[in-house]
């Protein structure tokens, strides 16, 4: 076949009757974007990234729709023209029966799964293209690190309450600290993955549905820990001194925290075209933010200073503290860097590595402390320098319910950036050091 053709004489071939592989292979080398008609109910679709697809075209209810039913290439990965005219033989046996080929294929996939890691895979796919919660990267971390090693294998109608029990005991045990958050959030996972077995009509049955919190992490105690100046003199110095566990990267990143009161998930996410460096602002959008409450975060000079060491840092990445290791899922560093971090320098052990360094902070008289008490620790300082309550509040982005809460993203600004600026005249001397 000439490789001569314009899109178009090919079009006119195939319309004239003139189809051959040869000819869909021409028509793919164009590189158009298009939409051709090959058979009847039969098209070749050529997306903007120049692959090709085979494409039935059928109705139901008077309604269109468009089922790919492959790759165009060589066998066995790719479908050729005869394997392509097969596929559509099968989807119009289905559609003449009465039946939805679409619907037909999606119920054949369902019929599939077998093992509850099969279901899982579905249903966080779903998560994410529903958009079911603002942060999914969390049932999808809660699920590889606690469900999946003790029941991800088994059988998705196999699973028992037995079963359901043994995984939240190995939850709870699973670490020297006790983890009733963890333990808490693996019980509701459970039961929603077990609930959307019943909804694709998998299984009927939901093994976690008798379980109450009690059996899980139970009640859990709202943590009040907050750092003292005094303690905060000690924990940097340490942090500094154990550069090649604790990264520079890190440490700003706990300067961060501790100055602008942000929470960590806003921290690690952020990209440098939410900064206005020239104005000193961070614009934290309603969609980033946890709350969904767009705030004007006042930048101190001292901020600044180390927004442009991290800028150096992040090399041309969009983001303040980029992915440290190549990911599909994300450009930035994950919610559990700063943790394990952290959680390293207590001589915990974290995920299945033991720690690097021994109880260098506890040996130091520091008591545990995660990277959420970081926050609670900017407030308490606030607190002690005489800053307004409402306006600490606002510089923690937290908004009351009712009229009192409905601030502008600017609200008490000025106050805040004498606020802020006072934390980080407080702080730089130790955090500089």
Request: hydrophobic share 40%.
């Amino acid at each position: 076949m000439s490789t001569n053709l314009t899109h178009a004489e090919i079009v006119n071939k195939l319309k004239a009757g003139k189809i051959s592989d040869g000819l869909i292979k021409a028509l793919l080398n164009t590189q158009v974007m298009s939409f051709t008609r090959i058979d009847q109910n039969l098209y070749f679709r050529i997306t903007n990234a120049g692959s090709g697809f085979w494409v039935f075209q059928y109705k139901v209810d008077n309604k269109s729709k468009r089922m790919t039913l492959g790759t165009y290439g060589k066998k066995p990965i790719g479908m050729p023209l005869p394997q392509a005219r097969a596929a559509m033989a099968e989807a119009k046996a289905l559609l003449n029966a009465g039946n939805d080929p679409i619907a037909e294929r999606t119920r054949a996939q369902v019929i599939q799964f077998k093992t509850v890691d099969d279901l899982a895979e579905s249903w966080l796919q779903e998560l994410e293209k529903n958009k079911k919660y603002k942060h999914p990267e969390i049932p999808t971390r809660i699920y590889k690190q606690e469900i999946r090693p003790i029941i991800g294998k088994l059988a998705i109608k196999s699973v028992t309450g037995l079963d359901i029990q043994r995984l939240l005991d190995a939850v709870k045990v699973r670490k020297k600290t006790p983890r009733h958050t963890i333990a808490n959030d693996t019980l509701y996972y459970l039961k929603k993955l077990f609930k959307y077995a019943a909804k694709i009509s998998v299984s009927n049955n939901n093994p976690a549905s008798a379980f109450e919190y009690s059996d899980a992490g139970g009640r859990e105690t709202p943590r009040d820990r907050a750092l003292s100046f005094d303690e905060l003199k000690i924990v940097f110095p340490i942090m500094k001194a154990n550069r090649i566990h604790f990264s520079r990267e890190n440490y700003l990143a706990v300067a961060l925290l501790l100055t602008l009161g942000v929470r960590k998930g806003e921290l690690i996410a952020l990209r440098w075209d939410e900064l206005d460096l020239d104005k000193n602002i961070w614009c934290l959008t309603a969609e980033r933010a946890k709350n969904n409450k767009a705030i004007d975060i006042p930048l101190p000079t001292q901020v600044l200073e180390w927004l442009y060491e991290l800028k150096m840092l992040a090399g041309n990445s969009n983001y303040v503290f980029p992915s440290r290791r190549a990911s599909k899922r994300r450009e930035y560093i994950s919610d559990d860097t700063l943790n394990h971090a952290l959680t390293n320098l207590f001589g915990k052990k974290t995920g299945k590595l033991s720690s690097s360094t021994g109880n260098i902070l506890g040996d130091a008289g520091i008591e545990y402390f995660t990277v959420h008490d970081l926050r609670r620790t900017m407030r308490t300082l606030m607190s002690k320098n005489g800053v307004r309550s409402e306006v600490a509040e606002k510089c923690l982005n937290h908004v009351k319910k009712g009229v009192e809460g409905v601030y502008n993203r600017d609200a008490f600004f000025e106050e805040r950036v004498a606020a802020h600026q006072q934390m980080a005249d407080q702080l730089a001397p130790i955090i500089n050091k």
